[in-house]
């Protein structure tokens, strides 16, 4: 029988053995529990901070695309043509595309099976269309909630099958040992909602907490959603392309990306003063013709991703920059008015698609779309897109869509090899942790990787690493000090009177002897506290003052939307650094009045960990001879504006390619992060003999035989 309490640091803590932990709950998490279940491995379990706060679970599009291996007939596709799109993105292993393009048919029909509405005609075939960075018709939807029901039905099949879910405990530690020269994980610490610790003992973790979306402001990510690289960037796991997120225009109030249709039926883009007065059409200065205007507003529906080299000779790219000058230069509000059409697009109050170009006009016939308003044509085209919004009260008919350009996505995240193994051993980063995708990737990909992921990481974990978790003796040996120095973290900054109801370790109500242990060990860090703030600023000193939270999470995000976004330059990525440690000094100095506040302050914690490591990979990108690329411009003095007129901040460079074949990786350090770089894995190369497969399939030896060994692979920092 397994131990079910751990002793570490003088006090007993529940504790949870499992083969594999699956931490997080999103479409990416789900699958690997389900394709675990398949391949037979059924002591798993999932951690999850909440079943409904994920981003999976929360956001999407006009038709948020599932992007797949052609599935229709008339247009040839191939497993070698999509793995080659996708390396051709820029930043890319070549391996991991490959097992993306193969594993895609698989991974889609599974969700086909399992009843995510995926549209087909008459005769069986899925049909699809081209998304941004696609030259095939890849792309499919299940509509505005595609995520949803990817999410859904995963989630029932998890389920049905009896996966453990601890739900409302957010991961604050992965435990990690040494093991035959390699660092490894071996488990977990788990605050919950309550204040109270919980241990895992796992041979393996599936490391599926989505992107750092705590980090920014300017956000499309739900609230709900925070992100949770900074333990595993405290564990020693390796940073990847941590310079490539995607940012593009989205709706604020409620949080949606606005591509697709939502342009496509071509709204008016309008500006007010803060008050919502001086409004203004704040577009039409800046384009020398009208086609110019309203194809650029058309063509940001296929093109939504903001993308430097799409700015010049008037490109859907320079709306967003010019959403940018409104809201964070001018410091103006800026609104879709889906009532109205753009001035620009009317003569004598009558609206004139062939005004948008032949490529707008053509788009608008071929679908139905003749309404004369921008909600009419919305609701021809895509009903639920307008829907969504009104489920939401916010009636598109009635009051304008107040807008900015925010984080999306997330393109980097931690290194892992082929078949999603991290650096540090055991450790399996899928969906949006994982950094597979590189500079540019084709919408919808993210869905596609984080399945064809989690369905690599299963069959690794339940053909190689079956091994039963560590027992609870033997985890103390190994990672109690870890345990010790991660609950006093927390412990030093409770109050007394507040601390005794704040210190139930769990399951286990704790005795003299453990109340004890965890007075010593929070009086222990408040003295070396004392010690290392005594002679610091006395403003500084937050000993003397409780921790306001959210002020402390907005004055992060407003730092990372302001110098770390689709804007950035090396004086601000400095003048973020110093903002940072200060702020991370503050914190760890500072006092709580609960300890239900505990999940909180440790994802602060490590969300200011993870900005520190990011704004390190975006300096040493600058310093590399890094310039504007993806989804972001760097602000260059010896630059060229993109357009006359434009603010001296948007002056740039392209970088136009010359780094594409090359990976940053970066790896934590307490004293500032060692980054180095490396050249991408090319696409492998195999003659896919029918015989050779088959006879390494039947010994199982692919598993070893790839040739893809991480830790020979990767750059040694």
Known sequence: MRDSVISAAGMEFPLCPVNTLIVGSGAAGLNAAVSLLREGQRDIAIVTEGKSMGTSLNTGSDK????????????????????????????????????????????????????????????????????????????????????????EKLLEQTEREGVKIYDGYTVIELLTAEEKGEKRVCGALAVGRDGRF?????????????????????????????????????????????????????????????????????????????????????LDPFFDTVQHLLGAVFLKGYQWPFDPRKIREYGSSLIDLLVYRETVL????????????????????????????????????????????????????????????????????????????????????????????????????????????????PGGSALNAGQTGGIRAAEYIAHVYREDPYDGKRLADLCGEQIREAVR??????????????????????????????????????????????????GRRQNESMLDLDFERKLLGIRMSRYGANIRSLEGVQTALAGNREQLLKMEGGKLSDGKQLPRYYRLRDLLISQRVYFEAIRDYILHGGQSRGSYLISSRDGELPLEGLPEIFRMKEDGGNHAGEIQEILYAPEGSRVSWRARRPLPDDENWFEMVWRRYREGSYFADTGLNQKKESAVI
């Open 64 to 151: 948020q695309t599932y992007y797949k291996l052609t599935c229709c007939s008339g247009e040839p596709d191939s497993v070698r043509q999509m793995a080659q799109t996708l390396f051709d993105g820029g930043a890319v292993d070549g391996d991991t595309a490959l097992v993306e393009a193969a594993l895609s048919a698989r991974a889609f029909f599974h969700l086909v099976d399992l009843g995510v509405p995926f549209p087909h005609n008459g005769m069986g075939e899925y049909a699809g269309y081209k998304t941004d960075h696609d030259p095939f018709r890849r792309g499919t939807s299940a509509g505005p909630l595609t995520s949803r029901y990817m999410t």
């Open 489 to 538: 973290f927390g412990l030093k900054a409770l109050e007394r009177e507040n601390f005794i109801s704040s210190v139930n370790l769990g399951a286990v109500e704790p005795g003299d002897e453990t109340l004890a242990a965890a007075e010593s060990l929070r009086d222990e860090a408040l003295t070396e506290a004392e010690q290392r703030y005594g002679d610091e600023d006395p």
């Open 198 to 282: 919980l241990v895992f003992s796992a041979s393996n973790i599936v490391y599926a907490v989505g992107g750092e979306a705590g980090m920014y402001a300017a956000s499309v990510y739900p609230p709900s959603q925070t992100g949770g690289l900074g333990p595993a960037f405290r564990a020693g796991a390796l940073g990847k392309n941590l310079t490539e997120s995607q940012y593009g225009i989205a709706s604020v109030a409620f949080r949606w990306n606005l591509s697709g249709s939502y342009q496509q039926v071509i709204p008016r883009y309008v500006s007010t003063d803060r008050d919502g007065q001086d409004e203004k059409e704040f």
């Open 330 to 441: 001018l410091g103006r509000r800026v609104f879709l008015d889906f009532r109205r059409n753009p001035s620009a697009s009317e003569e004598n109050g009558i609206f004139h698609p062939e005004r948008i170009g032949e490529e707008g006009r053509t788009y608008l016939e071929k679908s139905g779309v003749d309404a004369e308003t921008p909600i009419a044509r919305l609701k021809q085209m895509n009903p639920a897109a307008a829907e969504l919004y009104l489920s939401h009260g916010i009636n598109l008919e009635k009051e304008m869509l107040e807008i900015a350009v925010c984080a999306q996505h997330n393109n980097g995240g931690l290194a892992g090899n082929a078949w999603w193994e991290s650096n540090l051993r055991h450790l399996f980063p899928v969906g949006e942790a994982n950094g597979s995708h590189g500079v540019y990737r």
